[in-house]
């Protein structure tokens, strides 16, 4: 019996970019290697400080203690990890490539199309069963040929006895010099996306909570614990918004330092970088996972993140239109770094490899509480099918990525009287819809899920894809995700379930298809065998395009603004500085919430009624102030539509104390209520007409 051992080395288009033949490597092969490094190294720093955070929340210190606190901690580390070898495996394991078993691979990939068509054509009538059930045909399938008995494994070693899972001498034009361009056309895409990042403009609203944190750090110097979007901190956290991230507070930390806004440091500083890092992501498991054209597949990948706005929640909304907000950084780098993370975990098993996931746990959780499930569903994913090939050390290791997230989930279960967060629960089908799409697109992401054990490299890699694609269908099947929603209460966010689906890199795998050897031409040029070579990935592109959206296009709330800027609608944006600048400190404001919603991103020490519907029902406020908030609010939120009675308004104005009040110009019902209420002075604010309190002008 034969069997194949996964070395430590990997082919050049790897991760790590190791160079054949022992040969010193090239100018870009130590740039990627410098690259990878300084990533790693980030994600090392980030997990220190939020360690340092959430100490921080029981020590209450200045941020610039909690700063100085970090720099010495992360250049220790730093230090120690640069001085530190890869090291050997910390122990043996055996994994065989996957090939052979024809039949039940046909099954597989048949079973795959239908899958990844039917989920993608629900919209148009296609039963949910469809998906589901070729789902797990296909996956049971590929487990019976990756998960063979060891007697079976001799048929497919590799003919160089590597053990890598990388084809060997395929002939195929261009492959070198398609690994060599990569890592420059990353760079150029990460830059190219970071600089558009500064001008695409995509409102959120949830920016109140993300970055009125940022802003607060910045203009107190101290952790925001209680609310700062309704109030000044004296009212208790946002239910179902725990403090745990802690990307907020560094972001608004740093700012303090250089004297800078919080939301101008988020958006002029943070983003592009952040941007930057996570295209690097994307190339980065692309090297990993691709067997071959890894430049191909990463431009694919690339080309699906720009036009997947068909849905705001989309992977690519989600990316360059929004990347300064944690859950984003969590979906578009941390995630592709993770399953990097994992796979080098599994084929080298060294020291530094398990410090990198357990400090991707940590980072996780510095992001978002999401972490908590969408982390330990990716770690399942790839260590319940490594424990079933037999390397039951090696899957029980790979936990540690979900030792903190599962550990600060549990903390904020016991610690926090409510968790659960108010909203939507979306079904299977509607959550593949928004996060993975329909149509042509949705069809090529079930596609790429459940063929990813079959296009992603041979051993490890097609383990973990096949992981993947059996995690998602057993959360497609009917009513896992309302089960999950009823045990956890985290049902209007448990859509985020399907992040765990690297769809970027996976579709980009299907540009490394190779056509079968009976229709190659071997004594065709090489011009046309480049040409066949970059087939798929033109085809490819051609489809995105065709049937996707720009996720900068306006159908996906985008614009694009002539030079860098804030993400709010300018006009909005200033006048809701005019107004606020009319309120002064410590005043309250009152607008439609289109406009109060910048408000937090601008100043805490100016507070807008109604900043955000969603986070005033989650406010742990007296019941009389949330409800005189959905008053006012329902007074200026339309000329048209009920609006409240004249007692009620009035009542709701003094015990909030508005300073300033502003309704639609043409909203003549509104502004007779304010009058009424012994408001005057009207004068125009920017696209507002706003009157204050006792008939005074601002």
Same mark, same amino acid.
């Given at each position: 019996m034969t069997e194949v051992r996964d070395r430590a080395a990997e082919p050049a288009t790897g991760d790590g970019g190791g160079s054949a033949g022992g040969r010193r490597p090239d100018a870009w092969t130590r740039v990627t290697r410098a690259v990878d490094g300084l990533v790693d190294a980030a994600v090392l720093a980030f997990a220190a400080w939020t360690v340092i955070y959430h100490v921080s929340l029981l020590l209450e210190p200045p941020t610039w203690a909690m700063l100085a606190s970090w720099a010495a901690v992360s250049a220790a580390g730093l230090a120690v990890w640069s001085r530190r070898p890869a090291g050997r495996p910390l122990w043996d394991d055996r994994v065989a490539a996957a090939a052979g078993h024809r039949a039940l691979a046909g099954v597989a990939v048949a079973a795959a199309l239908v899958a990844g068509t039917s989920a993608g054509l629900h919209g148009q009538g296609v039963p949910w069963w469809c998906t589901w059930a070729a789902g797990a045909v296909s996956v049971a399938a590929?487990?019976?040929? !990756?998960?063979?008995?060891?007697?079976?494994?001799?048929?497919?070693?590799?003919?160089?006895?590597?053990?890598?899972?990388e084809p060997r001498g395929t002939g195929e034009p261009g492959e070198a010099e398609a690994a060599r361009w990569g890592t420059p056309l990353a760079l150029l895409t990460g830059a190219g996306f970071a600089v558009a990042s500064l001008f695409i403009v995509n409102s959120d609203g949830d920016d109140a909570y993300f970055v009125s944190r940022s802003v607060a750090t910045a203009e107190t110097g101290r952790i925001p614990v209680n609310d700062v979007i309704f109030s000044g901190g004296n009212t208790d956290p946002i239910a179902g918004e725990p403090p745990v991230s802690s990307i907020e507070v560094l972001a608004g930390a740093l700012a303090r330092v250089l004297g800078v806004p919080g939301a101008s440091f988020v958006w002029y500083l943070l983003l592009p970088a952040v941007t930057f890092v996570a295209v690097w992501a994307m190339w980065r498991l692309v090297r990993t996972w691709a067997p071959r054209r890894a430049a191909l597949c990463f431009a694919v990948a690339g080309v699906y993140l720009l036009w997947s706005g068909l849905s705001t929640a989309s992977l690519g909304s989600f990316h360059l239109p929004r990347l300064w907000q944690g859950k984003a950084v969590l979906l578009s780098l941390l995630v592709p770094l993770l399953f990097v993370y994992l796979t080098r975990w599994a084929e080298r098993r060294t020291g530094r490899g398990l410090v990198l996931l357990g400090a991707a746990g940590v980072a996780a959780v510095g992001l978002t509480s999401t972490a908590a499930f969408v982390v330990s569903l990716i770690v399942l994913a790839a260590a319940v099918p490594l424990a079933a090939a037999g390397r039951v050390r090696t899957g029980l290791a790979a936990c540690t990525a979900m030792a903190y997230p599962v550990a600060a989930g549990l903390a904020v279960i016991l610690l926090y009287d409510s968790v659960s967060v108010h909203g939507?629960?979306?079904?299977?089908?509607?959550?593949?819809?928004?996060?993975? !799409?329909?149509?042509?697109?949705?069809?090529?992401?079930?596609?790429?899920?459940?063929?990813?054990?079959?296009?992603?490299?041979?051993?490890?890699?097609? !383990?973990?894809?096949?992981?993947?694609?059996?995690?998602?269908?057993? !959360?497609l099947l009917p009513g896992v995700l309302k089960l999950a929603a009823d045990a956890t209460g985290a049902g209007q966010v448990l859509w985020r379930t399907m992040w765990i689906v690297p769809a970027p890199v996976l579709i980009g795998l299907l540009a490394a298809v190779r056509p079968p050897d009976r229709l190659r031409l071997p004594a065709a040029g090489r011009g046309v065998r480049v040409a066949a070579a970059g087939a798929p990935a033109a085809v490819l592109i051609a489809a995105l395009v065709a049937g996707g959206t720009p996720v900068w296009a306006e159908s996906n709330g985008s614009e694009v603004a002539s030079r860098p800027a804030w993400k709010a609608p300018s006009l909005q944006l200033a006048t809701a500085r005019a107004v606020v600048a009319k309120a002064g400190k410590g005043g309250m404001v009152l607008m439609p919430v289109t406009y109060m919603r910048h408000v937090p991103l601008q100043t805490t020490e100016t507070h807008a009624v109604n900043p955000n519907h969603h986070y005033l029902s989650l406010l742990p406020a007296p019941e009389q102030e949330v409800a005189d908030r959905e008053v006012l609010s329902d007074t200026v939120r339309s000329s048209k539509g009920e609006k409240p009675g004249r007692a009620e308004v009035a009542g709701a104005l003094r015990r909030l104390d508005v300073r300033v009040a502003c309704a639609y110009p043409w909203d003549d019902r509104g502004l007779a209520l304010l009058r009424a209420a012994g408001y005057g002075g009207k004068r125009r604010v920017g696209e507002l007409a706003c009157v204050f309190p006792g008939g005074g002008r601002g």
């Open positions: 590929a487990a019976g040929v !990756l998960l063979r008995r060891p007697a079976e494994r001799a048929e497919d070693t590799d003919a160089d006895g590597g053990g890598h899972g939507t629960v979306h079904d299977a089908p509607a959550s593949y819809r928004a996060v993975l !799409l329909y149509s042509v697109l949705g069809v090529l992401a079930g596609c790429a899920l459940w063929l990813s054990p079959w296009t992603a490299r041979r051993g490890v890699p097609a !383990l973990i894809g096949a992981g993947v694609a059996g995690t998602l269908t057993l !959360l």
